[in-house]
């Protein structure tokens, strides 16, 4: 059984950091993208980063770019994501998923499994 498992969300002022792990289990992710998405009271989810797990490539969308980092620990099948310069814009459930073959890394929905997310507050 496939399972994602988000921790790390919390509460923190303007202007600090937070770091969101993602551990997975239950298959071999060597063949997927791990992506991180968020979800704002009222909004769509949102996709925030993705890393490939084989190579390692990464891309983020524009809105976080330069002040997130989304990274890997292949011996601890955990997916990462450091967030820096955190706005109250960034307020939102952060989700990590997964999905086989990463064509689509930026869709939602092509997504095949999603942790039950966890939630990070930036107060101003």
């Known amino acids: 059984q496939v399972q994602m498992v988000e921790s790390g969300g919390g509460l923190v002022q303007a202007g600090g950091s937070l770091r969101l792990s993602c551990a997975a289990s239950?298959?071999?992710?060597?063949?997927?993208?791990m992506g991180w998405f968020r979800q704002a009271p009222g909004k769509d989810r949102e996709f925030i980063a993705a890393?490939?797990?084989?190579?390692?490539?990464?891309y983020y969308a524009d809105s976080v770019k330069g002040r997130f980092t989304i990274s890997r620990d292949n011996a601890k099948n955990t997916v990462y994501l450091q967030m820096n310069s955190l706005k109250p814009e960034d307020t939102a459930v952060y989700y990590c998923?997964?999905?086989?073959?990463?064509?689509?890394?930026?869709?939602?929905?092509?997504?095949?499994?999603w942790g039950q997310g966890t939630q990070v507050t930036v107060s101003s």
């Open positions: 998923a997964g999905q086989l073959g990463g064509y689509y890394y930026m869709m939602r929905d092509k997504y095949d499994y």
């Open positions: 239950g298959r071999s992710f060597s063949s997927y993208a």
């Open positions: 890393i490939f797990w084989s190579r390692g490539s990464t």
